[in-house]
């Protein structure tokens, strides 16, 4: 039986990844409520400029993480890099 060792509480990557979750379920939430208070928002415009906000953050977040665009992978699939 192989042992794996679980991350302790006091690590970064823990802190770090639980910091995450709580900005990615405050920034979900607020944006529906901003695109809530468009009044004129049909459901489809609410679903179209929630989907292209997320798109858009996590487009920068794997780009930070990266460091190239997301799409310059996905351009020659298979390719050895």
């Known amino acids: 039986m192989t ?3 679980q991350p302790s509480l ?3 990557g823990h802190r770090f990844g639980v910091l995450f979750v709580f900005t990615a379920g405050v920034l979900w939430s607020t944006v529906g ?4 208070l468009i ?3 049909v459901v489809w415009q ?3 400029y929630r989907s292209a906000s997320l798109s858009l953050l996590l487009y920068v977040f794997i780009r930070m993480r990266s460091g190239e665009s997301p799409f310059a ?3 020659a699939p298979g390719s050895q890099q």
Do not use: F, P, Y
């Open 3 to 5: 042992v794996m060792n």
């Open 10 to 12: 006091g690590t970064d």
């Open 33 to 36: 409520l901003g695109i809530r």
């Open 39 to 41: 009044e004129d928002a």
């Open 46 to 48: 609410i679903l179209l």
């Open 73 to 75: 992978r996905s351009a």
